[in-house]
């Protein structure tokens, strides 16, 4: 027998992740449809996950074109390029050791990088100060994030560490919380309320820890992922003072900061909350701050970067995180996108008037998907969905039929994982079930990207609106 | 958690890296912002960075990247037609045609898992690689922390233990810290040029038991930082060793393609191992790790390698597979692995250009692997074992007592206070042997001679000037 399969109990202990079956499938009728096999659709649609270029959406122009000449710096020559694309190119490059995107750099990233997205920040805060020394940039926000929570999280304690996450929370957390041996304290957020987030509730959660585990920490989504919602600023400093009282490490997960379309919704950073709500609070709240590359307008989830920022930590504690980034180096490519994300494009720039054109055409179609993503799932009675309000997704909830439940179970699989297979094999949309996200028992959602083009959208709908009254109908 | 005492211990248990890199940044800084140093500029060559040297990339390599980051080049009629059509392969390998989709599966781009086990097979002369056996990531220290996590368990006297050449990769003792494995080393022969010996083998293991479990034993060839390329009889000899104490092979060839020793070649431990018949080749667990931030590629900012793994079982596959799944490997390196495997054939437009600079980097590397050698051995007080392959060497120093004693006083190791007075002094960045695991008196620095021969002929004068002002000083 394996010796590494003896000695580790974390493959002893795995189970099998559903989204397996549904991908093993997906790749099977790809495979098919390339042999030519027929079926009612030509292609798979793929939105399961929050990547818009997976979808359609072009990336943007400008990043694209600095990021080539970076590369490839001949590119410069000649007139192919814009001047600000040539001149953002050769500042950028400039930063990089011999001048090369090839060359490792320092540990929380290229300082002018480091600088750029302190900038941004400020500017995003109304003025609230950012220390650059306080930011890592690092590969993926998820990768900063398992660092921090490594820094939290003892796997040997007893009582084991705990974290407090929403229900439902994106996957990608769950299993890092999972990996380093930190229990999950799962706090639900109210559906019909458009998931609000009630401080009786997560004090329920807290209580619930009781006797179970140590809970160290406070992991929020805002925007959320999956469900489309934007926290409110009272919200948030509710939050805040609760973290406070109860001495929580807040961990603001804020990769949609840049995606909100809801007509009432704002985006308030915490660590804006956190400063407005002043001292004493404001110096002792402990906040790790998450953003990306990958999600935004810019979508370039391929290229991995995002970074983390770091508010009221112990200056000794900081050394330590710094050790524990430096044992692994951060992409220098994505660095670049960065830059650009937190600068872009402004007027009188000649790249401008095509950053400006893609840009609102990205805002234009997201927000005519979220229209007609409510409007047509709202109009089936056993179908539901909260306003959208930010974020990439939408999560409606399935009312399914008994039948439909009994059937699942017999096929050894969750109801909606069953939807989402059928919805797959059927009509060759492939969603993801609320079962990977967690949500209340007894309860069923599918989760799907709505940054897409407009046409694909509603190719999307088309199809689900076909499949899903056939489903029903055959289930009641 | 606002002190200390709430802090993981694992991550407290870490240790503090050098940062003399940090300082040569800083004073990088300071020299452009006007302040008057006794030199010019500062040359880092304390890791394997070929680029920060000065070394170009190579061109095919970073055209088609380029080509693949921003398709309208696609139209481009200046870049050579092979280019193009790499380009478009690729583009047609990523979700909705873009680097910026997150890759297929989270181990990687299927078609680029293909082509990389198409690679291995080709190399190990027809020993079949399957391409679900290659995972991807953002480098291959970052693949290599992923099986150090499985391996990772107990405690005390039940702690996993790896075996750990000494000297070894510099960024390995921190990464053992992070996962809680214990590093227990075994010496190189240095009078052998840095031999493996299996007598010390068995010694160090013996000797481990007492106090961990050892599990794995790490093996890095060619050696970094020795330059040292293991020759058959040696791979078999480690093979027979890993099989009969169960121990998982963990092999890092990341500088296979950079061997430039006389009669010296690289070959792959499964290549061996498949050559000694099934009763090896079907039980033994290894895991192989390949690298573009390593030999003529040296993208090292790109970030990306590969692992394959042999004779894994089916559920610690599925494991390490789905491990990925928070942080899925980002593609343009991918792109970047897939050229370095697949480069441009004979016949193909840019096939002359790039083979040219191949040979170039090549030849510049074992130039400069010769004349630093030479030059040091000639320098009294150093003496250095020649490098057969890789990109480092690694000179043993005497150090007067007097530097000993300053550093005692000073709390750093004495090795570490030579290389920061040498930045100070002189202007060059090297990596002080402490790192590699040399944390007696038996002081070593290493080197990255992969730079142009002008630049390493600056840092091997600069370097010469300061050792002999050292032994000078203090007599």
Redo the contacts between chains.
């Keep these: 027998?394996?010796?590494?399969?003896e000695?580790?109990?974390?493959?002893r202990n795995?189970k099998q992740?559903e989204n397996f079956v549904l991908?093993r499938r997906t790749n099977e009728i790809k495979e098919e449809l390339r042999r030519g096999v027929r079926k009612s659709y030509r292609e798979v649609i793929?939105v399961s996950?929050g990547?818009p270029?997976?979808?359609?959406?072009?990336?943007l122009?400008f990043v694209?074109?600095v990021?080539?000449?970076c590369?490839?710096s001949e590119?410069m020559d000649g007139d192919?390029l814009m001047v600000d694309v040539k001149q953002r190119a050769q500042r950028l490059l400039g930063t990089?050791?011999?001048g090369?995107?090839?060359?490792?750099?320092?540990?929380a990233g290229i300082?002018q990088t480091l600088q750029s997205v302190s900038q941004y920040i400020m500017r995003r805060d109304g003025g609230v100060p950012c220390h650059p020394e306080n930011i890592y940039i690092s590969?993926?926000s998820?990768?900063a994030l398992?660092n921090i929570l490594?820094?939290?999280?003892?796997?040997?304690a007893s009582p084991r560490t705990g974290v407090l996450i929403p229900v439902p929370c994106h996957?990608?957390?769950i299993?890092?919380l999972t990996?380093l041996g930190a229990v999950a304290v799962p706090y639900y957020l109210r559906e019909e309320r458009g998931w609000a987030l009630e401080m009786e509730e997560l004090q329920r959660a807290l209580d619930s820890a009781k006797g179970v585990c140590n809970p160290?920490?406070l992991y929020m989504i805002n925007p959320g992922n999956p469900a489309g919602y934007v926290q409110s600023r009272k919200s948030i400093q509710e939050v805040i003072r609760f973290a406070a009282e109860k001495k929580l490490?807040l961990l603001a997960d804020e990769v949609f900061q840049d995606c909100v379309y809801g007509k009432e919704s704002e985006f308030v950073s915490y660590k804006r909350a956190l400063a407005e709500i002043g001292a004493p609070l404001s110096d002792?709240v402990?906040l790790a701050s998450f953003h990306t590359a990958s999600k935004g307008l810019?979508?370039?989830?391929?290229?991995?970067t995002g970074y983390v920022e770091l508010v009221n930590?112990?200056p000794?504690?900081m050394?330590?995180?710094n050790?524990?980034f430096?044992?692994?180096?951060?992409?220098?490519?994505?660095q670049i996108a960065l830059d650009v994300m937190v600068n872009p494009p402004q007027p009188g720039d000649p790249s401008y008037p095509l950053y400006l054109k893609e840009t609102q055409h990205i805002r234009a179609s997201l927000a005519q998907n979220v229209r007609r993503v409510e409007e047509v799932i709202n109009s089936f009675p056993d179908f539901s969905c909260q306003p959208l309000e930010g974020g990439a997704f939408a999560f409606p909830r399935l009312f399914l039929p008994p039948k439909a439940i009994e059937r699942a179970k017999e096929a050894g699989l969750q109801p909606d994982t069953f939807y989402c297979l059928r919805l797959l094999e059927e009509a060759g949309v492939l969603f993801s079930p609320g079962t990977e996200y967690g949500q209340k028992e007894g309860t069923y959602h599918i989760r799907f990207c709505i940054m897409t083009p407009s046409d694909t959208m509603e190719e999307i709908l088309r199809r689900l609106s076909a499949f899903h009254e056939q489903f029903m109908k055959e289930f009641s | 958690m606002s002190s200390m005492k709430d802090v993981n211990p694992r991550v407290l248990g870490i240790r503090d890296p050098v940062s003399l890199q940090s300082l040569a940044a800083r004073i990088t800084e300071q020299i452009a912002q006007g302040e008057q140093k006794p030199f010019q500029r500062v040359i880092d060559v304390s890791c394997g960075d070929p680029h920060r040297a000065g070394m170009p990339p190579l061109s095919f390599a970073r055209q088609v990247l380029a080509v693949c980051l921003y398709p309208e080049l696609l139209k481009e009629s200046s870049f050579p037609v092979d280019v193009r059509q790499r380009a478009e392969k690729l583009l047609g390998a990523c979700n909705g045609g873009s680097v910026g989709s997150y890759s297929a599966s989270s181990c990687g781009i299927p078609q680029i898992q293909k082509s990389v086990a198409e690679f291995i097979t080709r190399r190990d002369g027809g020993v079949a690689s399957d391409p679900e056996d290659i995972i991807f990531s953002s480098g291959s220290q970052k693949t290599l922390k992923l099986v150090l996590h499985l391996l990772s368990s107990g405690q005390g006297p039940t702690q996993t233990g790896l075996l750990t050449p000494l000297p070894c990769p510099h960024t390995l003792p921190m990464l053992l810290d992070e996962v809680g494995v214990k590093l227990v080393p075994y010496q190189l022969l240095e009078e052998r040029g840095w031999a493996i010996d299996l007598e010390e083998l068995h010694r160090a293991l013996k000797a481990a038991r007492r106090h961990c479990e050892p599990r794995a034993i790490y093996i890095s060839n060619p050696g970094n930082p020795t330059g040292h390329v293991q020759d058959l009889k040696t791979i078999e000899e480690v093979i027979r060793f890993a099989a009969s104490e169960r121990l998982v092979l963990l092999v890092e060839e990341v500088y296979q393609d950079s061997v430039f020793g006389q009669d010296k070649k690289f070959l792959s431990y499964k290549k061996v191992l498949f050559e000694m018949g099934a009763s090896f080749s079907e039980s033994v667990e290894m895991v192989s790790f390949h690298s573009i931030s390593a030999g003529t590629m040296g993208e090292c900012g790109l970030r990306g390698g590969y692992m394959e793994v042999i004779n894994m079982d089916l559920l610690v596959k599925n494991f390490l597979t789905s491990m990925q799944g928070p942080s899925s490997p980002p593609v343009l390196p991918q792109l970047a692995l897939e050229i370095m495997v697949n480069p441009p054939s004979p016949g193909d437009a840019s096939y002359e250009v790039f083979t040219q600079e191949i040979l170039q980097k090549v030849e510049t590397l074992a130039q400069n692997a010769q004349r630093a050698c030479e030059f040091l051995n000639a320098v009294p007080g150093m003496s250095c074992q020649p490098a057969m392959g890789g990109v480092f060497l690694y000179p043993r120093l005497h150090l007067p007592a007097e530097i000993i004693q300053e550093a005692q006083r000073s709390g750093l190791r004495a090795d570490v206070l030579y290389c920061k007075k040498l930045l100070e002094e002189e202007g060059v960045c090297l990596g002080p042997g402490s790192e590699n695991g040399h944390d007696d008196e038996n002081y070593h620095i290493r080197l990255c001679i992969s730079a142009p021969t002008a630049v390493l002929e600056d840092v091997l004068k600069r370097l010469r000037s300061f050792h002999l002002w050292i032994q000078d000083r203090h007599h």
């Design positions: 027998m394996s010796v590494l399969q000695i580790s109990s974390d493959v795995m992740m991908f793929d996950w990547d270029h997976r979808a359609g959406v072009k990336p122009s694209r074109q990021l080539a000449a590369l490839y590119l192919k990089c050791a011999g090369s995107v090839g060359s490792y750099c320092a540990t300082p590969p993926g998820q990768w398992t490594k820094v939290l999280v003892n796997s040997e996957s990608t957390t299993i890092s990996t160290v920490a490490f002792s402990e810019m979508g370039e989830c391929g290229l991995r930590l112990d000794a504690v050394k330590h995180i050790n524990l430096s044992t692994n180096s951060c992409p220098i490519l994505g």
